[in-house]
């Protein structure tokens, strides 16, 4: 009876994990609200698809990949919104296995999975960006290095540097991993990693792995620097580093305090001297993030695997305390954060719930946009609607064209142009912008005739002036009526017979566009 009890074991921890998975999945598509179109940036990685390159100048390629593959299943709103939450799926595996590879008890498995379930990565794991995916390679890299650590096999130095080729090819946010982890390993023991020649070597395949990123960056004039640089400009700069730290406390709340045990027990449990690289790794990370005023969630990757050692060390104190009444305990802490706080931080009510019920939206702070301004939604949430709006619109104007191939479709962000190329019913109705990737995707090859040009609110007040000479008429087709949607008011300008060849104004405008950056 004895020898199959670790058999018995094995099977209640599979099935325990497997209901895991099951309520990851089910909690996920729980929180779509169809009352919502998806989101601007998911408009563009999906449009990636078409245009399949090794570097882009928004976000590194491996999103495109992951595109091609929803497009090849529909491209349907279930295949966008599965594979974000199978990586939060794979997240929670991972902390699994790294729970059993530190010896921890059931309890620790259930208490960790448990964490990882009721945690942010719910809402990070809904929209299909590169947050999820960067999330589980920086906890898979982890992962690899607890297990380097046992085993000193030199098999998990070259699978790490795969898994860093896959998180540095999804966002190169994953870079500031190896600011956190290198000081780190050198000042513990396993600073000797470094003089072994396989370390040298799976650095050596990790470049070659992301080589033909790093020379389409190259041949582009470095675009991830510009960017990086604009960003830094406008957007970082005006962060509060205080604001960043204050951040983090609220992405895990309802797992704070085992990330804290997890600390402690790095620095002073015995069984986790090994680990105490650790420590420091989320030190230095943390500091380089604040330092350049980072926005708060690029550092969500950091906290699963600390979960991982905070719910093994508090498994073993209760084993050896018999103090498992503080088990169930311990396990619905993160489940009541989630109770507490899902109206407000983890499902997507309706526009009319959010109207009749804005106060406690507006006591966080959730309706105050990036203009500085109070709306009737978070921002996020006008961010999903408007868009099939607009591409219906745009599509039937552009069927009544009797020559539809020989009609631009210019679009003031890409957003816009996202969103009518993905619910556009005509195949040929394709859409630009002088914005993000679509500057490298207009086909200047053939002449246009005729001009949709669909401009933001903000800009729209003098296009038919500017824009009405070059053409034999003009007029306004419709216009975005959702006042709810975050591109309200954004106009659609139909133009006619051009008097000029309008790829010669294109030309020029992309030539200084790209001089500019």
């Known amino acids: 009876m004895e020898a199959r009890d670790p058999q018995i074991q094995m099977t209640k921890k599979s099935i325990i994990l497997i209901c895991f998975i099951i309520a990851k999945f089910l909690l996920q598509y729980f929180l779509y609200n169809p009352a919502y ?97 960067d999330v589980l390679s920086w906890t898979a890299f982890y992962f690899v290095l607890i297990k380097y650590i046992n085993t000193e096999k030199t098999k998990w130095l070259f699978i790490g540097a795969v898994i860093f080729a896959i998180g540095f090819l999804n966002k190169y946010n994953f870079l500031f991993l190896l600011c956190g982890i290198f000081p780190a390993i050198l000042l513990s023991q396993q600073r000797k990693l470094f003089a072994k020649k396989e370390f040298i070597l799976s650095i050596l395949l990790a470049l070659l792995l992301i080589l033909p990123n790093l020379i389409w960056q190259y041949n582009n004039h470095f675009p991830v620097y510009h960017h990086m640089k604009e960003l830094a400009e406008r957007q970082l700069v005006n962060n509060s580093r205080l604001d960043f730290f204050k951040e983090q406390i609220f992405y895990f709340i309802g797992s704070l305090l085992i990330i804290l045990i997890a600390v402690y027990a790095l620095l002073f449990y015995a069984p986790f001297k090994k680990y105490k690289l650790f420590v420091f790794a989320m030190i230095f990370t943390l500091a ?44 619905s802490v993160p489940v009541l954060f989630f109770i507490l706080l899902f109206n407000v931080f983890f499902s997507d009510k309706s526009p009319e719930y959010i109207i009749k019920n804005p106060q406690s939206y507006k006591e966080l702070g959730l ?107 003009a007029f306004i087709g419709d216009s975005v009526t959702n006042p709810l949607a975050r591109e309200y008011g954004t106009t659609i300008f139909v133009f006619k017979k051009a008097r000029v060849d309008i790829r010669n104004r294109i030309k020029k405008e992309i030539e200084k566009i790209k001089s500019d950056h």
């Open 288 to 331: 380089v993030f604040d330092y350049l005023r980072a926005k708060g969630y690029y550092a969500i990757g950091l906290y699963p695997i600390y979960i991982s050692f905070g719910s093994v060390f508090v498994g073993d104190i209760l084993k050896k305390n018999r103090k498992k009444y503080l088990q169930p305990i311990l396990i």
């Open 367 to 473: 309706l105050r946009w990036e203009d500085g301004k109070d709306h009737s939604l978070p921002q996020d949430n006008a961010d999903m609607l408007g868009w099939k709006e607009l591409a219906y619109k745009v599509d039937s104007i552009y069927s009544k064209f009797p020559k539809e191939e020989q009609t631009l479709i210019l679009c003031d962000n890409y957003g816009l142009a996202g969103a009518i190329n993905y619910y556009a019913g005509n195949v040929k109705c394709t859409a630009v912008s002088f914005n993000a990737d679509y500057i490298n995707w207009f086909n200047l090859n053939k002449r246009y005739d005729n001009l949709i040009r669909v401009k933001e609110n903000d800009n729209k007040e003098n296009e038919l002036t500017t824009s009405s000479p070059f053409f034999d008429s």
């Open 37 to 133: 179109d998806l989101q601007r940036d998911e408009y563009l990685y999906l449009d990636q698809a078409n245009h399949l390159a090794w570097g882009y100048v928004s976000v590194p390629p491996l999103t495109s990949w992951i595109s091609s593959i929803i497009a090849y299943l529909g491209n349907t709103v279930f295949w966008v919104r599965f594979f974000p939450a199978l990586f939060g799926v794979l997240t929670i595996i991972i902390v699994w296995k790294a729970i059993e590879e530190l010896k921890g008890t059931l309890f620790a498995l259930i208490l960790g999975a448990t964490c990882v379930l009721f945690s942010c990565l719910l809402r990070v794991n809904f929209l299909y960006q590169q947050n999820s995916l």
